[in-house]
C-alpha cells in the first residue's frame, strides 16, 4: 500500500512538472505575440504589460528547478523518468530565454514609435514572428504529446526563419542607407528581428530536448543554418554559392 502510495505521489510530481512547463509556453508564446504587436501599433501600454508579464516566466523557471531538484534527491529517478526531468529543466530554461526575448522587443517600442517606418518594414518582422511562433507552438504540442514524428521536419525547418532574418535584415541596411534619419529607428528593428531569429532557435533546442526525452537519444549534431547576415552588404551582390 505505501509503495503505491509513492508511485502515485511520484507520477504527481512529474505531471507537475510537465503541466509547469505548458503553462509557461503558453505565457512564453503570448509574451512574443504582443511584444510585437506593440512594436507594430507603438503600442506603450501593451509592451510595459509584456515587460512586467516577464516576471512569470522567471519565476516559472526557478520553480522547475528547485522542484526537479528535489524530485532527484529524494525519488534517485533513472533511465525515462530522469530524461524527462532533466528535460523539464532545459525546456524551462529556453522558454525563460524565450520571455527574454520578447521583453527586449517590447523595451524597444517607444524608441522605434519616435519614428514610423515603412510598412513593409514591419510587415516582415510579423511574417517573422508568425514562422517563430508556429516553430514554438509546433514543438510544446510535441512536447505535450510525447510525440517525435515532427521533430525533425521541425528542426530542419529552422532555416526558413534564417533566411527571413537574413532578407529582412538586408532590407533594414538598405533603409538606414538611403536616409539616415533612419538609423536609429532601423537599428532598434534589426535588434528586434535578430531577438525573434533567436526565438526560433530556442524552439529548435526544444525539439532537440523533446526527441532525448522520448527516445533517449540524442538527434544528429547536423543543424541548418542559414543566417547569411554576417556576409550582407549593401549594394554588394551575394557571393555566387553561400
Known amino acids: ?24 509556453g503558453g505565457h512564453a508564446e503570448r509574451m512574443v505575440d504582443e511584444a510585437v504587436a506593440a512594436l507594430v501599433h507603438s503600442d506603450g501600454s501593451l509592451a510595459a504589460k509584456v515587460i512586467g508579464d516577464d516576471e512569470m516566466l522567471d519565476a516559472g523557471q526557478r520553480e522547475v528547478d528547485d522542484k526537479a531538484i528535489v524530485i532527484i534527491a529524494k525519488r534517485q529517478p533513472m533511465a525515462a523518468d530522469l530524461r524527462e ?43 517573422l514572428a508568425e514562422l517563430a511562433l508556429t516553430q514554438l507552438k509546433e514543438v510544446l504540442d510535441a512536447y505535450a504529446s510525447r510525440s ?17 532574418y537574413t532578407s529582412l535584415f538586408r532590407e533594414l541596411l538598405t533603409y538606414m542607407m538611403e536616409d539616415p534619419r533612419n538609423i536609429s529607428a532601423c537599428t532598434h528593428l534589426l535588434f528586434c528581428a535578430k531577438n525573434i531569429e533567436r526565438i526560433g532557435d530556442h524552439a529548435t533546442n ?8 522520448v527516445t533517449g537519444e540524442q538527434m544528429p549534431p547536423e543543424r541548418p543554418k542559414d543566417d547569411k547576415s554576417h556576409r550582407v552588404t549593401v549594394g554588394a551582390p551575394e557571393p555566387a554559392g553561400q
Open 1 to 24: 500500500m505505501q509503495s503505491q502510495h509513492t508511485m502515485r505521489a511520484y507520477d504527481q510530481e512529474l505531471k507537475f512538472l510537465a503541466t509547469r512547463i505548458g503553462a509557461m
Open 85 to 127: 526531468i532533466i528535460g523539464a529543466i532545459r525546456i524551462s530554461a529556453d522558454l525563460e530565454r524565450i520571455g527574454d526575448l520578447g521583453k527586449n522587443i517590447a523595451k524597444r517600442v517607444g524608441a522605434v514609435a519616435r519614428e514610423r517606418q515603412p510598412v513593409s518594414l514591419f510587415r516582415g518582422l510579423q511574417s
Open 206 to 213: 526544444i525539439a532537440e530536448t523533446v526527441y532525448y526525452i
Open 148 to 164: 517525435v514524428e515532427k521533430i525533425a521536419f521541425v528542426r530542419d525547418r529552422d532555416d526558413r526563419i534564417d533566411a527571413m
